[in-house]
């Protein structure tokens, strides 16, 4: 799972508890004004195929987690339960999408799209 903060400018996505072992990842920042989208999306976590394992983690139906190779994009992976799902769009990075597990989409999503407008501002 993923805590989500902002610290400056930019997002912190902060890879919880052994999930580090298997994201081979403990943290993300990403440039706010970079975030080209954020939404609450379970659809986007279901399924067995996630892409190209570049370095990572892919138990289908357990755990997805680390980074893929999808579609064209170089996709970030974090979610054991797909309820929890949300999906990031960037721009400018490594990352083309963030798929992460969070504990409350709903907030997580309201909390960035906040942030978001105010970096845009």
């Known amino acids: 799972m993923i805590e989500i903060s902002v610290a400056g400018d930019k997002a912190v996505f902060e890879v919880e508890g052994v999930d580090k072992l298997w994201t ?25 195929w996630h892409g190209i394992r570049l370095l990572g983690t892919n138990l289908p139906g357990i755990l997805t987690a680390g980074t893929f190779h999808q579609d064209g994009n170089n996709v970030f ?13 960037l721009d400018h990075e490594f990352y083309d999408q963030l798929i992460i597990e969070v504990a409350e989409p709903s907030k997580a999503v309201a909390f960035l799209e906040s942030r978001i407008g105010s970096a845009r501002e």
Do not use: K, N
């Not at 403990?26 to 976590?45: G, K, N, T």
């Not at 992976?77 to 799902?85: G, N």
């Open 77 to 89: 992976w974090d979610v054991h339960d797909p309820e929890r799902t949300i999906v990031l769009v």
């Open 24 to 48: 081979l990842r403990s943290r993300l920042e990403i440039p706010l004004i970079h975030i080209r989208a954020v939404r609450a999306d379970p659809s986007a976590a279901r399924g067995w």
